[in-house]
């Protein structure tokens, strides 16, 4: 056990889940930054370090439970908990009507969103929960649905009633600490899928929602 603060972000190489990541080391967190996309991590790293931060690299896919099995493991024995779990990972489905979902693209999404949730909170929890005082677990959520939407508004949905339910049990317990965080729409990769061609101007940037959802969950 050390008393070094270990945050776990998935989805931590672009967007939201890379601005997270760097908000956290800069607040003195290890960060151990999970994502398919190595050379994404590698600029992420190079962020860190320039800021005075440290990480710790994981290039996965967190649809391979035997990855991510092996990967907690190796938290557990290097600094035997996590303080902060941020689950910012995403597959977003194309922007499609009801009928007309891409069925082999909706069997990815299932998997990356909803399935792959319910594996990570079974191996992550157990890391959670021997953090002193317990440790936070943040779904980073989406309330987007209407028209065109139903394949991920669908999966946000899922998310959303994992961790709703995570939290209605752990408010007794206390042992870990769940929370939701909506972030304000913000100009990212992800977001330009759902929404193609709308004007970025009034957006909000990803450094700032991270530093406010930071604040606001109390987790400095």
């Known amino acids: 056990m050390t008393d070094q603060k270990i945050a776990l972000v998935t989805g931590a190489s672009r967007g939201f889940g890379a601005a997270v990541a760097e908000e956290l080391a800069r607040r003195g967190y290890h960060v151990v930054a999970v994502a398919r996309t190595s050379g994404a991590l590698e600029e992420l790293d190079d962020r860190i370090q320039a800021a005075g931060g440290h990480a710790t690299l994981a ?8 990855a991510m099995r092996t990967l907690c493991r190796g938290i557990y024995d290097r600094w035997g908990h996590v303080d902060l779990w ?3 990972a995403i597959q977003t489905p194309p922007f499609s009507p009801a009928e007309q979902i891409d069925l082999k693209f909706w069997t990815k999404a299932v998997a ?5 949730l319910g594996v990570l909170a079974n191996f ?3 890391l959670l929960r021997a953090a002193p005082g317990g440790g936070h677990a943040v779904l980073v959520d989406d309330l987007a649905e209407g028209p065109f939407l139903g394949a991920y508004a669908a999966c946000k949905a899922a998310q ?4 709703a339910a995570w939290a209605a049990e752990q408010a007794r317990l206390q042992d870990v600490h769940v929370h939701r965080f909506v ?4 100009p990212t990769n992800h977001r330009n899928r759902l929404y193609p061609g709308e004007d970025t101007t009034g957006l909000a940037r990803p450094t700032d929602e991270a ?3 930071v604040t606001e969950l109390g987790l400095v």
């Open 59 to 66: 290039p996965m896919d967190i649809t391979v439970d035997d």
């Open 86 to 88: 941020v689950h910012c």
């Open 112 to 116: 990356a969103n909803v399935e792959a």
């Open 124 to 126: 992550i929890s157990p």
């Open 160 to 163: 959303r009633a994992i961790f």
């Open 183 to 186: 972030p304000a729409p913000m």
């Open 211 to 213: 530093a406010r959802m």
